[in-house]
Structures are given as structure tokens and as C-alpha cells.
Nanobody, 115 residues
Framework: QVQLVESGGGLVQPGGSLRLSCAAS????????MSWYRQAPGKERELAAR???????NYADSVKGRFTISRDNAKKMTSLQMNSLKPEDTAVYYC?????????WGQGTQVTVSS
């Protein structure tokens, strides 16, 4: 059974930090590109960060220099370290695993940046 379970969301003040984690099971984690997407109220879901099986990364311009994605193939986990958070980072954050036709999503975790 394929599962992606996110954790680590919450309420944080502007300028603060959060670390999201995604625990994977039921598929070959090391072969998949792992991504974090986010969807703000009234907006489309957008890619925040992606890490390929070889460890290469890419980021949305809006989070570059503030967010860092990582993966641990032994633990089948991917994380998103978010620093210098801004109110516009408020969204539901989703973990995604993809390999060719395989495309799986987690249930999402809410991140709210507000004073």
C-alpha cells in the first residue's frame, strides 16, 4: 500500500522556521523524484521544491535561498526546511512521489505564517 504521510506543519510568525517531513512506504522510494508542492487558498497547487533520485534539487524562485529539500533513502523520508518564512508562504504543503507513470500524493499539512 502506497503511503506518503506529512508532518511538521503549524503556525509560525513571519521570519520563523519550520521543518516538514514526509514518510514514505509501499514503493521504491530511492528511484522516485520527491517534491513538495503547496496550495494557498484560492490559488493553484504549485511546485515549491524537488529532489531527484541523484540528489539534484530545484526550487521555485519564490522560495530559493530560504527553503532546503533533502532526502534520506535509508529511512524513506524527505524533508523541507523552511526558513525566513513569509505570510505568502501560508498554504497546505503536499509531499509528492513520481517515477514515470507513478504519481502519488500525501494528504497535506497546513503551514500558516502570521503574527
Amino acid at each position: 500500500q502506497v503511503q506518503l504521510v506529512e508532518s511538521g506543519g503549524g503556525l509560525v510568525q513571519p521570519g520563523g522556521s519550520l521543518r516538514l517531513s514526509c514518510a514514505a512506504s509501499g514503493f521504491t522510494f530511492s528511484s522516485c523524484a520527491m517534491s513538495w508542492y503547496r496550495q494557498a487558498p484560492g490559488k493553484e497547487r504549485e511546485l515549491a521544491a524537488r529532489i531527484s533520485p541523484d540528489g539534484s534539487t530545484n526550487y521555485a524562485d519564490s522560495v530559493k535561498g530560504r527553503f532546503t529539500i533533502s532526502r534520506d533513502n535509508a529511512k524513506k523520508m524527505t524533508s523541507l526546511q523552511m526558513n525566513s518564512l513569509k505570510p505568502e508562504d501560508t498554504a497546505v504543503y503536499y509531499c509528492n512521489a513520481r517515477l514515470l507513470a507513478f504519481n502519488s500524493w500525501g494528504q497535506g499539512t497546513q503551514v500558516t505564517v502570521s503574527s
